[in-house]
T-cell receptor, first 116, second 114 residues
Framework: AQTVTQSQPEMSVQEAETVTLSCTYD???????LFWYKQPPSRQMILVIR????KQQNATENRFSVNFQKAAKSFSLKISDSQLGDAAMYFC?????????????WGAGTKLIIKP | NAGVMQNPRHLVRRRGQEARLRCSPM?????VYWYRQLPEEGLKFMVY????????ESGMPKERFSAEFPKEGPSILRIQQVVRGDSAAYFC????????????FGNGTRLTVT
């Protein structure tokens, strides 16, 4: 069975600095998708970024980028120029390419604190 | 275009009572999914419904839990005879189709059982 591990329960960063959140996963599949979701205090889950395992290039969305290391089964999220609005829980999630989008396997989350 | 609407936002029930959680999907979305989130954990899939049909209920406990998505009206997640262990945040998501459509989440209902 696939698992997703986020080893950092909490991270803090100074506003405008860069922070990296870690995520590792375990799977025997070669084709899959990886996601980072943000959950602010409003509790709504918001998709931040998505990576397809067969793509070598790391996904980027404005200040958010990933470092996808397929062999190491690592999928870290880098947030550049951190802003106060980035404060939230961040969840890493995995989905088999043969499954549907609702069949995500979630990590336990990392709480990101932004210091002004 | 309103997003996924869940109500109530907070629900307190005594042990043994029933909890009814409502979810109105985004306009044009006919696929609804329910998830449960325990403290300091990610989401756990419970059930996937299309209008009037349960498609996948593999994550839902066999007893006391039920879900429906009628032709008219919101989707309902019903928990009978609640116990303390049911205390959690329950999230609903919707999508226009089942395959690769991104999920749109609501703000969740936090259920507290006293």
């Amino acid at each position: 069975a696939q698992t997703v591990t986020q080893s950092q329960p909490e991270m803090s960063v100074q506003e405008a600095e860069t922070v990296t959140l870690s995520c590792t996963y375990d799977t025997s599949e070669s084709d899959y998708y990886l996601f980072w979701y943000k959950q602010p205090p409003s509790r709504q889950m918001i998709l931040v970024i998505r990576q397809e395992a067969y793509k070598q290039q790391n996904a980027t969305e404005n200040r958010f980028s990933v470092n996808f290391q397929k062999a190491a089964k690592s999928f870290s999220l880098k947030i550049s120029d951190s802003q106060l609005g980035d404060a939230a829980m961040y969840f890493c999630a995995y989905r088999s390419a043969f499954g549907s989008n609702y069949q995500l396997i979630w990590g336990a989350g990392t709480k990101l604190i932004i210091k002004p | 275009n309103a997003g996924v609407m869940q109500n109530p936002r907070h629900l307190v029930r005594r042990r043994g009572q029933e909890a009814r959680l409502r979810c109105s999907p985004m306009k044009g979305h006919s696929h609804v999914y329910w998830y449960r989130q325990l403290p300091e954990e990610g989401l756990k899939f419970m059930v996937y419904l299309q209008k009037e049909n349960i498609i996948d209920e593999s994550g839902m406990p066999k007893e006391r839990f039920s879900a429906e998505f009628p032709k008219e009206g919101p989707s309902i997640l019903r928990i009978q005879q609640v116990v303390r262990g049911d205390s959690a945040a329950y999230f609903c998501a919707s999508s226009p189709s089942a395959e690769n459509s991104p999920l749109h989440f609501g703000n969740g209902t936090r259920l507290t059982v006293t």
